[in-house]
Structures are given as structure tokens and as C-alpha cells.
């Protein structure tokens, strides 16, 4: 909605509000004219209209300012908002009154007191949008604030004002009345320097070549739109990056229709020509790196430096994938019979339907397409509503590679229409293969529509993985393996760590050596800010998922040693869980969050039977030096993956995939091409 501004102050006020004095903390009378921040109302400078005819500055005690235009002022309040950016205004800053931790900083809008200094600008920047879109509904922080009627005027109080500096440089003060307790004091609901007007919301531009933002479907080599379309946003501020066109099922048919066109001739390409176009694919997602890497971190939220090592990630798969297509063996079998001859013949199975998700939204996609292509299948893709962005880069990059029009398509659709789209690339009959990762509950609805064709299947569904640290364990490589495993992409990966458990001898000194690698290593920011480490999840109903599972934690007995709070937006506080059971629901489902629960035991029998009893077994990881233990375990975990004294365990050389409900089939690896080809079992008969 658009800004209201007041055009009373404080003397006019109804229910007057009180500040203190940014110098003495003594108590400000309400005729001191300041500009009042409510629900819908923005503060601005503006000339009293009630006695003095000065400009006031809402952030300062510049209350007699005296330029002689309204130009002058407005450059004077620049400077709060250029200082603020740095922490050297009291918008937000340190208090040193005693707060419970030292370094708290405090958010004018709703006077949060447990903010970090990583944390405190995005803090700001999404109270401050609250403020500016809130029109018709209240708005969460700042419906709190509350006139403090507990507190009256002395009457023998000195009103008199500061004499006005002689120059614009800002009196910086503490905030008063700061107390040892959790939760702000009464005296602390409305210790409130009024708000700012355009801060800290910042605006991170892309800055990619324009060709790579592509935001229409891309069919048969060409760039199609749909009747509608549906907008991709920024997670860490909600700030909407573009809008893509919006497939329904009349796009998706006509996608599988180009695809399975382009296979007749797709086919027919000898694997050296397909290994070569795959391998300038290759080249263009390395020459165009940086660029790819931010569309990640725009649409994804995840820090540039790992969205860069998902971009040389993805494009691994193209290589790798671009070597196997030269090494799609058959057999020559020896035949009982002396007048035949027996031979395996390997063939594409035709087009195949690739439904990604959004936490890797350009590797997932890769690493299907990769071994797809290489063995001479046609594919449409369907990338995650949240990210498509990443995906039509790719389309961009294969079309400048030479990949023949229909090869690869892409259809990208919102949240509404993802059903009656997945319905048709899972059951159109010119489809033969479907390779999907995701949930396993959508999985299993998509194994509904497969059966109906009988179709080829591979899925990488969900995991729970258990993180053991035996008592023979490396604890210092025990806790790089967990920061590893947990903390990527914000704990919004697959094969995440979820389950940690620690035997009881080691259990201390393990949970202090982590929770130390927490405070030392974990930067919360904006993806685009060098310093961040952990980005926003990738929605609210994210966040609230993990708050939920921590809520139930501690309601069950469980102590929260680090984090465990929901900021705002859907940023999470990396959490560290101790006295954590097998009975809580952080135990006993994915979380896909930065959340670490902790589970003591003391066998190893015990610790493998906690870890096999979940009905998903992707990743498994454990810490041991004692090789017959390494076996026994390694062989006992029911998963598809195992880390032995290592937390990150992808990459294009290894077999990705699980056991029981975490998914059918293999992705990478030499075994990932086998997923799209067929074996023909040929007799030649009629020898002499």
C-alpha cells in the first residue's frame, strides 16, 4: 500500500507517546515535537505547524534545524541513513547497560533486543518493509507499541532543549533502561528513536548479462509465453526479481510433443557428437560462472559463495556426463548354439520428464539432463516454481551450444498449476521416463501417474540422515564433517545431517566444540554480502516448520544450547539441541534446517538401531578410527550413501541415491546413464 503521513506530532497526540532524552535518559516531554510511528504511517520531516514553524529530524535532537529550505533538511537525515548502514547511528546499536548477553542490538521499529550485529540489518530491512506495505492489516512488529502510561511528566522537570549543535554531526547515546532479563523491561516497550524512511532495504542488483534472464518457457528451441505468469522473489527480503511465464497443461503437451519430435533425430547422433555438443555446454556454464552463480543466490537465497560451487558442481555433471556417452557399452554374449550369435544392445528410452526442486536449482537439473542427453533421450524439465530462473539460463547456454531444438525444453509454472503440469509430463503416452527429486509424498503421487504407462522411474526422495560420533572419533574432524554436512545451503539439502548422535563418553566435549565452531563460523545475511554463511530459508513455511520442531524439542525436554529462535522473514537461528529423544518430531522427520538435535547413547548396537529405524535411508554419515567398527557399521546403515569420517560426499564420479522410501535408482556415477537407456537383447540366427 502507499505511505500515510501524519501531519500531527506529539503535542496534538490523543494518547501521547514518551521518548527519553538520547543524552541524559531522562524522560522527553511530549511537547517535544517528534514524529510519531504507527501502523501505516511513515516518518518524515516536516515543518511544525503549531508554534516554533521549524523543521524537526525525527531521528536526532535536531529539533530547531534551520536551514532555510526543505531540500537542506532532507540532506541532513541522509546522513542518519548513511551512518546507520555502518552502525554508527542509533537506529540500531550495541547497548552496554547490561544486557543479559553483551552486544545485543536494538530494532527501533519493535524493540527486539536479542539481535546480532549479522543479523540486525536484515532484522531492520524486513521491519522496516512491514512498516511501508502495512495498509489494511496490522502489522506484527509494530501493532506492540504501546504509550507508556506508567510513566508521567514531572512537573518541575526543566523542559528546556540541548542548544543546537553548531553542525549536523549526530548525538549518539545508549539506550536507557536496558535490563538483565529475557524479554525488554516496561520500561523498555517504547525507548523509540522514530523510524527512517527508505533505510537499509536494500537493493542488491544482478548485474548478469541480460541474455541470461530469460522468462518464458523455452519449447522446441524456441521462447513461448503463456496466457499468465507468476513472480519469483528474493527469499532473504520477499523483494519480487521477475516474472516467468506461468505453463499450464496446453504447454506442458506441446513441450513433450517438440521433445519427442527432436528424439527421432536426437537418436540418431553418433555419442561423439553428443559428447562434444555436451562438452561446449560444459565450457559456456564455466565461461558464464559468476552470472549463474547469482541467479542462484537471487531466487535461492544461498550465499554466493556456494551457489559458485554449485554452479562448478552442475557443470561437472556435463562433463563427466559428456565423457560416459563414449562408453555406452552393449555385450556380446557366448550362445549354446554354433549358428547364432547373441548380442546386448543399449538404446535411449525416449523422453523423459525432469521435475527438480529448488535447493540446487541448476545441479539437480545437470545431473539428470547430463545422463539423459549422453544416452541420447530428449527431456522436458520442470524446475521448481521457487527457481526457475536457473533453468532457463541453462536453455539459454544449451541453445548457444548447439543442443538441436526439442532436445531440451523447459516449462516453468507456479505453485497452482505444478499438479495438473506434473499430471501431464507423468502420464502424456509419448513419455517414457520420469526422473524426479523431491518429498517422498510427492513422489509417491507421481508413481501413481507413472503406473498407469508403465513408465521408467528414478526418484531421489526424502532423507533423515544420522550423524554418529563413536567415542574412538577425531572430534575436530567430527565437527568440520558436522558443520558440513548441517549447515550448507542453510541445512536445505537431501542428504543433510538430521539425526546427531553422540556416544556418551565424548558427548560433552563434542556438543562444546560445536556449539564454538557455531559462534566462530556462522555468518546470517544476505547471500550477496561476502560475509554470510547462511542465508534465508527458502520460504516462511520453511521457517516455521523448524520452529515448530524446536518448539516440540523443548516442550519435550530438550535444552537449547545455541539459536533456537525464528527471525524475521524466514530466516532460522542455527540451532543446538541437547537431551534431545528418539520421540521428538525433530527425530522422526526431515527438518531442512539449520537445526541440530543432539541424541546421547552409549552403544553401538544402540545407535545403529536409532539409526536404521526411520523408513528413509538416503545419507548416513558416522566418525570412527576403529577399522573393524568402520565395516561393521558402514555395512549395517541402511542407506544409499555412506560418510566415513567425511560430511560432503557429492560429486559426479559417485552414485547418488537411496534405499527403502528415499528413491528408486542412481543418479552420477557410470551407473546414473543406465536410467535412461534401454537393453535390447538381440539373437542373430542362420550362421554357418
Known amino acids: 500500500g502507499r505511505l500515510i503521513k501524519t501531519e500531527q506530532d506529539l503535542q496534538s497526540t490523543v494518547d501521547p507517546v514518551n521518548y527519553f532524552h538520547p543524552i541524559t535518559g531522562s524522560l522527553l516531554p511530549t511537547s ?16 511544525c505547524t503549531t508554534c516554533c514553524k521549524l523543521f524537526h529530524c525525527p531521528f536526532c535532537n535536531m529539533n530547531r534545524f534551520k536551514p532555510t529550505t526543505e531540500k537542506h533538511v532532507k540532506k541532513h537525515i541522509d546522513t542518519h541513513f548513511k551512518k546507520a548502514a555502518r552502525f554508527e547511528d542509533f537506529v540500531i546499536f550495541t547497548c552496554r547497560l547490561g544486557c543479559r548477553e553483551a552486544g545485543h542490538f536494538h530494532c527501533v521499529f519493535c524493540t527486539k533486543t536479542t539481535l546480532r550485529k549479522k543479523t540486525a540489518l536484515i532484522h531492520l530491512s524486513i521491519c522496516k518493509k512491514r512498516v511501508v506495505q502495512t495498509l489494511s492489516q496490522p502489522a506484527d512488529c509494530i501493532s506492540r507499541f504501546q504509550p507508556l502510561e506508567s510513566m508521567e511528566n514531572d512537573p518541575n522537570e526543566d523542559l528546556s532543549l540541548l542548544p543546537i549543535p553548531d553542525t549536523d554531526s549526530l548525538v549518539h547515546a545508549d539506550w536507557p533502561g536496558c535490563k538483565t532479563e529475557d524479554e525488554p523491561s516496561s520500561d523498555f516497550q517504547l525507548m523509540l528513536v522514530p523510524g527512517l524512511s527508505s533505510l537499509l532495504h536494500r537493493q542488491y542488483s544482478l548485474s548478469i548479462s541480460s541474455d541470461l534472464i530469460r522468462t518464458q518457457s523455452f519449447i522446441g528451441g524456441r521462447w513461448v509465453s503463456a496466457p499468465s505468469s507468476f513472480p519469483v522473489v528474493d527469499p532473504a527480503t520477499g523483494t519480487e526479481i521477475a516474472c516467468v511465464t506461468d505453463c499450464g497443461p496446453r504447454e506442458a503437451r506441446e513441450a513433450v510433443s517438440a521433445a519427442h519430435t527432436a528424439f527421432q533425430s536426437w537418436k540418431q547422433h553418433s555419442a561423439k557428437e553428443r559428447s562434444v555438443l555436451l562438452r561446449n555446454w560444459f565450457d559456456l556454464l564455466v565461461q558464464n560462472k559468476e552470472d549463474l ?5 537471487a531466487e535461492c537465497g544461498k550465499p554466493m559463495k556456494e551457489a559458485l560451487g554449485e554452479v562448478t558442481y552442475s557443470a561437472s555433471f556435463l562433463e563427466w556426463f559428456s565423457e ?6 552393449g555385450d556380446i554374449v557366448p550362445s549354446p548354439a554354433k549358428d547364432r550369435k547373441i ?5 535411449p528410452v525416449g523422453v523423459a520428464s525432469i521435475i527438480t526442486p529448488w535447493n540446487f536449482p541448476s545441479a539437480m537439473i545437470t545431473r539428470k539432463i547430463g545422463a539423459a542427453l549422453a544416452a541420447g533421450c530428449t527431456v522436458v524439465v520442470k524446475p521448481a516454481e521457487d527457481t526457475p530462473l536457473s533453468a532457463l539460463a541453462l536453455a539459454e547456454l544449451a541453445a548457444r551450444a548447439g543442443i538441436p531444438a526439442g532436445v531440451f525444453n523447459v516449462v516453468p509454472c507456479s505453485r497452482e498449476n505444478t499438479p495438473e503440469v506434473g499430471e501431464v509430463l507423468c502420464t502424456d503416452p509419448l513419455v517414457a521416463k520420469i526422473s524426479f527429486t523431491g518429498s517422498t509424498a510427492t513422489g509417491k503421487i507421481l508413481l501413481r501417474h507413472a503406473a498407469g504407462t508403465v513408465k521408467k522411474v528414478s526418484m531421489e ?4 540422515a544420522p550423524f554418529i560420533v563413536f567415542d574412538s572419533a577425531d572430534l575436530d574432524l567430527a565437527v568440520i564433517g558436522a558443520m558440513n554436512s548441517k549447515f550448507r545451503n542453510s541445512g536445505q539439502t537431501c542428504v543433510c545431517s538430521n539425526r546427531f548422535l553422540v556416544q556418551s563418553k565424548v558427548h ?8 564454538r565452531a557455531m559462534d566462530r563460523e556462522l555468518r546470517l545475511g544476505h547471500g550477496f554480502d561476502e560475509q554470510t554463511t547462511q542465508g534465508p530459508l527458502i520460504n516462511v513455511r520453511a521457517a516455521e516448520k523448524v520452529e515448530k520442531q524446536i518448539a516440540d524439542a523443548v516442550a519435550h525436554g530438550a535444552c537449547v544450547l545455541k539459536g533456537g529462535k525464528r527471525l524475521e522473514g524466514s530466516f532460522m537461528e542455527p540451532t543446538l539441541l541437547s537431551n534431545v529423544s528418539t520421540d521428538m518430531m525433530c527425530t522422526q522427520e526431515e527438518t531442512f534446517g539449520p537445526l541440530i538435535p543432539v541424541i546421547k547413547f552409549n552403544t553401538e548396537e544402540e545407535a545403529v538401531t536409532i539409526a536404521n529405524s526411520s523408513s528413509v535411508g538416503l545419507a548416513g554419515y558416522f566418525y570412527s578410527r576403529d577399522y573393524s567398527q568402520i565395516w561393521r557399521v558402514a555395512e549395517q546403515l541402511e542407506v544409499g550413501m555412506v560418510g566415513v569420517n567425511e560430511g560432503l560426499m557429492s560429486t559426479p564420479e559417485g552414485a547418488f541415491g537411496g534405499v527403502k522410501q528415499s528413491g528408486l535408482g542412481r543418479e552420477g556415477s557410470k551407473y546414473g546413464i543406465d536410467e535412461y537407456l534401454e537393453v535390447k537383447y538381440m539373437c542373430f540366427g542362420g550362421l554357418s
Do not use: S
Not at 343 to 347: G, V, W
Open 293 to 297: 552463480a547469482k541467479l542462484i543466490t
Open 32 to 47: 517535544l515535537h517528534r514524529t510519531i510511528l504507527k501502523v501505516g504511517e511513515e516518518p518524515i520531516i516536516r515543518r
Open 324 to 329: 560416459e556417452a563414449r562408453r555406452v557399452y
Open 508 to 515: 560433552d566435549v563434542f556438543l562444546e566444540k560445536l556449539g
Open 343 to 347: 548380442l546386448l544392445l543399449k538404446q
Open 461 to 464: 526422495l526424502g532423507g533423515h
